[in-house]
C-alpha cells in the first residue's frame, strides 16, 4: 500500500443494492419512443446498483434495437446511441446455467414466460430488486416477495 493512502480509497467504489434490470427498463428510457418514462430520473436510478441480468438480456435487447429500427421507430443512429448508453451500464451477466426445473416451476406459478421467469429465479437467487416496466412481470415479483426497483411508492402520481 501507497504512503498516505486511505486503504478506503485504493479500492474502487463498490456499487450497493443487487438490481435484477429487465430490457423493458432499459429500453424504455434509452428509446425515447411514445412511451411514457415513470421515473424522472430515468437511468440515473441505476447508477449506484450492481447490475445483474441473465445471458438472455443481451439478446433481447438486441432484438429490440434491430426491431425498432426495421419498424423505422429510429435510425440507425439513434440505435448506435441507444446501444452505446445501453453498453455503459456494464450490468454484471449471470452465466449460470438455466434450472430447468425451477424456471419450469416459476412459469407455472406466475403464468409468465420461461424467458421472464430468468429475471424472477436471478432476482430470487441473488436477493435482489427487480427493475422491470413490464406490468405481468412486476405483478409476478411482488407476488414472489421481489421487491421492485424503484419501489412503487416511489414513482410519481400518475
Not at 78 to 98: H, K, T, Y
Not at 107 to 126: P, V
Not at 147 to 157: G, I, N, R
Request: glycine share 4%; with cysteine.
Amino acid at each position: 500500500m501507497q504512503a498516505g493512502v486511505e486503504p478506503s480509497s485504493a479500492v474502487p467504489a463498490q456499487r450497493s443494492r443487487p438490481v435484477v434490470v429487465d430490457a423493458s427498463f432499459v429500453l424504455r428510457y434509452v428509446l425515447h419512443t411514445s412511451a411514457a418514462k415513470p421515473h424522472p430520473e430515468g437511468l440515473r436510478l441505476l447508477e449506484d446498483c450492481e447490475l445483474l441480468v441473465p445471458a438472455l438480456w443481451q439478446a433481447e435487447i438486441a432484438n429490440a434495437l434491430v426491431q425498432a429500427e426495421r419498424r423505422a421507430v429510429a435510425d440507425p443512429l439513434r440505435i448506435g446511441q441507444a446501444l452505446a448508453v445501453i453498453m455503459a451500464l456494464e450490468p454484471d451477466v449471470d452465466l449460470s446455467p438455466v434450472d430447468v426445473a425451477r424456471n419450469l416451476e416459476l412459469a407455472r406459478a406466475h403464468g409468465l414466460s420461461a424467458y421472464d421467469c430468468l429475471y424472477l429465479e436471478l432476482a430470487q437467487r441473488r436477493r435482489a430488486a427487480l427493475a422491470t416496466y413490464d406490468s405481468e412481470m412486476a405483478s409476478a415479483a411482488l407476488r414472489a416477495g421481489i421487491t421492485l426497483y424503484p419501489h412503487p411508492s416511489a414513482l410519481p402520481a400518475a
